[in-house]
């Protein structure tokens, strides 16, 4: 397999990734002659991929012998290759902005996470605080962000380590405020942002506001919580 891609140097994860992607059911050894290291380096990896969702793991059977897994790419994992759609949503959206005012773009979007709610409706109204933040990272992850969420001493901090619209939100920053407004109507309550991936920050983070009580203010931070595709 070729270890360069339009001209650059391909690292061995990426190696793996395509390997993955030609031969759907690679075993580790397999993916170890493709990326000619060891299968020791190459479960480290792939446990790396499987954490993050990427790819997806099949236990086979065999007559004799114990189990062994083969693996494919999950349908996160595919969209970590180029995609066209990418470039047809900017021009659209390019389009969209040439024919409309500035406000029926906004409602265009409001309407969309509006429908994302919709779909869920009834199922996190009635949760306390810190189970809605569990919901939310839940929720997230379906639309492809990476989160987490932890207990301050004045609130909680959510941060999103990915953003699966950051190749066209730098051009469509009406895009990067998707997320926003879930959290906003999810957890019933403005939250803060703290920075931002698009500006530069190597995640975005947030920040939700809540009085804890002099005992829950005593106690340990929470455990952090994380959510990845499966």
């Not at 993955?20 to 990326?35: F, G, N, R, Y």
């Not at 991929?49 to 994992?77: C, D, F, M, N």
Request: overall charge negative; aromatic content about 8%.
């Amino acid at each position: 397999m070729d270890d360069y891609i339009n001209g650059k140097k391909r690292t061995t994860r990426e190696i793996i990734l395509h390997g993955i992607k030609q031969s759907p059911q690679s075993t580790v050894e397999d993916l170890a002659e493709v990326a000619d290291i060891s299968p020791v380096t190459v479960r480290h990896h792939l446990n790396a991929l499987l954490a993050e969702g990427a790819i997806e793991a099949t236990s086979i059977r065999r007559k004799v012998g114990r189990p062994y897994y083969v693996y494919s790419l999950s349908q996160r994992g595919q969209e970590l290759f180029p995609r066209r759609y990418v470039q047809l949503t900017s021009r659209l959206l390019d389009e969209l902005k040439d024919r409309l005012p500035q406000e029926a773009i906004e409602e265009i979007f409001e309407g969309v996470v509006e429908t994302v709610l919709h779909e869920h409706r009834g199922e996190y109204e009635h949760l306390p605080l810190e189970e809605r933040l569990d919901y939310l990272t839940n929720l997230l992850s379906d639309e492809g962000f990476l989160s987490t969420w932890e207990r301050t001493r004045t609130g909680y901090k959510l941060v999103e380590y990915s953003c699966p619209y950051l190749s066209i939100g730098s051009a469509h920053t009406e895009v990067c405020n998707f997320d926003r407004q879930i959290m906003n109507s999810i957890l019933q309550q403005e939250v803060q942002q703290q920075s931002c991936i698009l500006h530069g920050a190597n995640f975005c983070e947030y920040h939700i506001e809540a009085k804890f009580t002099p005992d829950e203010q005593g106690q340990p931070e929470a455990d952090r919580q994380i959510v990845e595709t499966n």
